[in-house]
């Protein structure tokens, strides 16, 4: 281990299956199972809505699956998903398990399965709310755990071919205190590192000037290179009220690391301060 930074349906034969299901779940709870099966390839799905409406288009043929899934918040302000996709094939499982509340929620799904090529890769956007996650192969599982306030994080998440990888970006939404808090866990070879992360912005403007901050964060598991990788950055501009940032990275094989340093004693970035802006960043790679 390194520390690189620290700053349902069934087709026979030749038949094509198609299939659309449309949920509305205005001011509702749904749950579905889906279950899908083709030759090399088995995929189940469960899915829970809340204020959300849903739509799945699928296609099914003995060679292969197609399916693209999309859901976004009813006519509500909030809503919440839970979605677990998982895929088995004679090499082993990977999957993503996800949930997920909060504002100008949405989410897509696609899923392939068919000989030589499985995978599963989810879009979401979601403000001022809550996520826990999982992505998971055979040989390396990826954890993450977001909880925004007045802040926005939009992200890109998959599996394929037991591979895995996530990548996001996230912003604040109103000039007004709050913030993040993001934590990325991976785990490899029986190696594991954790990275956690926040920034909080307080009290009432002194000025016109708004804080401005952004961050990404990001973990990837490649299975022919045999390297998992994970991290996380922040940029962070000073304004109208005071910040708080840090970053501290934890593994099985290095001694803690801490962005900025003064961090390992408690005493994070602040702003405004000496100097107008903050970058803070911190990444691990397993092999």
């Not at 292969?64 to 999309?70: N, R």
């Not at 826990?132 to 998971?136: E, G, L, N, S, T």
């Given at each position: 281990m390194e520390l690189l930074m620290s700053r349902g349906c069934f087709a026979v034969s030749a038949i094509v299956l198609l299939l659309y299901i449309l949920a509305s779940a205005a001011y509702a709870d749904v749950s579905m199972h889906n279950a899908y099966y083709t030759e090399g390839t088995v995929c189940y799905e469960q899915i829970f809505l809340h204020n959300m409406d849903y739509s799945n288009s699928v296609s099914i043929s003995e060679a292969?699956?197609?399916?693209?899934?999309?859901?976004?918040l009813s006519d509500a302000?909030?809503?919440r998903f839970n979605h677990r996709t998982y895929m088995s094939s004679g090499g082993g499982a990977q999957g993503i398990d996800m949930k997920v509340s909060g504002r100008d929620l949405s989410?897509?799904?696609?899923?392939?399965?068919?000989?030589?090529?499985?995978?599963?890769d989810l879009s979401y956007k979601m403000t001022s709310g809550d996520l826990?996650?999982?992505?998971?192969t055979p040989a390396a599982r990826v954890a993450e755990s977001i909880s925004l306030d007045n802040s926005r994080y939009e992200a890109d998440v998959g599996v394929y071919?037991?591979?895995?990888?996530?990548?996001?970006?996230?912003?604040p939404v109103a000039d007004a205190a709050?913030?993040?808090?993001?934590?990325?866990?991976?785990?490899?070879?029986?190696?594991?590192c954790q990275i956690?992360?926040?920034?909080?912005?307080?009290g009432s403007p002194v000025n016109q000037i708004p804080v401005r901050y952004s961050w990404e964060g990001f973990a990837s598991y490649s299975a022919s290179r045999g390297r998992a990788v994970s991290g996380l950055f922040i940029d962070a501009y000073a304004g109208n009220r005071p910040v708080d940032l840090g970053i501290k990275g934890t593994s099985?094989?290095?001694?803690?690391?801490?962005?900025?340093?003064?961090?390992?004693?408690?005493?994070?970035?602040?702003?405004?301060?000496?100097?107008?802006?903050?970058?803070?960043?911190?990444?691990y790679a397993i092999t």
């Open positions: 292969s699956i197609y399916a693209d899934a999309e859901a976004r302000d909030t809503g989410y897509i799904r696609s899923l392939y399965g068919g000989i030589g090529y499985k995978s599963a826990q996650a999982v992505y998971f071919n037991f591979n895995l990888f996530s990548s996001g970006y996230g912003r709050g913030g993040f808090k993001h934590d990325i866990s991976l785990s490899y070879k029986g190696k594991e956690e992360s926040f920034l909080k912005s307080t099985t094989a290095l001694s803690d690391k801490y962005s900025p340093d003064s961090y390992a004693r408690g005493v994070p970035a602040h702003l405004p301060g000496a100097k107008p802006f903050w970058e803070l960043y911190m990444q």
